[in-house]
């Protein structure tokens, strides 16, 4: 593959509903979109899932950019043919950090690459099923009739699992109302980091309600913490924002301090990284799902394709494009193939269409590097 050129699109689009953790609401959902185009004349499309603020991690729209047009795209002139998306990590090794940058493009030199193998993405990364879990993520909501009639809603559409925020104040009440409702549902909650060790307590209430799993109970940076904690209660704890790539996966299995990972390919600097993890959690039969940020039907599509690989044993953050969006910017948006699944589609690449207009649309501003 050689690139022609590399264009970044800062994307803000109106979420149906406010969306609230533990770490803010999120009413406008910011990204930056990647387009990478091939001097043989194929188009490959990637997202960096950074959000306006440095509140779920240190990344923003504006250092993304920022990174882009000072060190990725200086690298990318020096380094214009790649044969594999994976030489793109050795090209931008230098970087420290900035993961979700590296994958925005990480993820369109993937959709370029299965193109010009004519292969579907989920392929091109060795994905072992055609169709994948849809579970459901609720925000802090606070009002308990509305949190009830929301996970009905979900259920009823197929959602094959519930998720809801929680945050202190917000967790024990909520779950007990759920299960008094809805009875065993699969049912799981994500603190997004906002405890202690102090309020041990209150996981072990949580520990009666035959959780599937609590996600990222305690600190972002941590991994020890989160081993005392799991020695403490039964509830496997699953780790989100502490996993930034297979080192932290392999420390954190060393020391015990998860017993499922969420991966969100963007989170850990893009697919190869997962499929890296994937083989790591094959190998200790550790199980994986495969977790969003609020994505566009660009961003969706690597999620879908990561849900396909084989480690993947729980249904996944990812829902239909409406359950956010009331138009999304590919064609078609994406929604269930079956009841509470979704299917990677079995054209080349992501296999859904940009459509140009709806995303210039919705983009606030746009660069172009020609880079040949
Ligand atoms: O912690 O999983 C998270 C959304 C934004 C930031 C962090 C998280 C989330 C979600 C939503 O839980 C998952 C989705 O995209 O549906
Ligand atoms: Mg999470």
Not at 145 to 153: A, E, I, S, T, Y
Not at 171 to 181: L, T
Request: net charge neutral; charged share 30%; aromatic share 12%.
């Amino acid at each position: 593959m050689e690139i022609e050129s590399i264009t970044f699109y800062h994307v803000v689009m109106r979420l149906r509903d406010v969306f609230e953790t533990s770490f803010g609401a999120t009413r406008d959902r910011h990204c930056v979109v990647v387009r990478v185009d091939s001097t043989e004349g194929l188009t490959g499309w990637g997202e960096a899932p950074v959000d306006e603020g440095p509140w779920y991690s240190y990344e923003t729209v504006y250092t993304t950019l920022y990174v882009y047009r000072e060190f990725i795209v200086p690298l990318l002139r020096k380094n214009r043919v790649l044969e594999h998306p994976r030489d793109f990590l050795e090209v931008s090794s230098r970087i420290r950090g900035y993961k979700m940058a590296k994958a925005g493009v990480e993820f369109a030199l993937w959709d370029l690459y299965s193109k010009s193998l004519k292969q579907p993405l989920y392929r091109a990364i060795g994905g072992v099923r055609d169709r994948v879990e849809s579970g459901v993520s609720i925000g802090v909501i606070g009002d308990m009739d509305k949190l009830l009639k929301l996970v009905g809603f979900f259920l009823d559409h197929g959602y094959r699992r519930i998720k809801i925020k929680i945050s202190p104040g917000w967790d024990v009440e909520p779950v007990r109302a759920i299960r008094r409702e809805y009875g065993d549902i699969p049912l799981q909650v994500d603190a997004n980091a906002a405890y202690t060790l102090k309020q041990v307590d209150v996981f072990k209430k949580l520990d009666e309600y035959g959780l599937l799993m609590i996600e990222q109970p305690l600190h972002y940076e941590d991994l020890y913490e989160h081993s005392i904690l799991q020695s403490a209660i039964r509830t496997p704890i699953c780790l989100d924002e502490s996993i930034k790539s297979l080192r932290d996966a392999v420390a954190g299995y060393r020391l015990g301090s998860y017993r499922v990972i969420n991966v969100k390919p963007a989170r850990i600097g893009g697919l190869q990284e997962a499929l890296l993890i994937n083989d790591f959690a094959a190998k200790h039969g550790i199980p994986l799902w495969i977790g969003g940020m609020l994505e566009t039907g660009i961003g969706r599509s690597f999620q879908v394709a990561a849900a396909t690989l084989s480690a993947v044993k729980y249904p996944n953050d990812i829902s239909e494009s409406q359950r956010y969006y009331e138009e999304d910017i590919v064609e078609p948006a994406w929604s269930f193939a079956e009841r509470g699944f979704l299917k990677p589609l079995k054209k080349p690449g992501i296999g859904v269409e940009v459509d140009i207009d709806r995303l210039e649309k919705y983009s606030t501003r746009k660069y172009r590097f020609k880079l040949a």
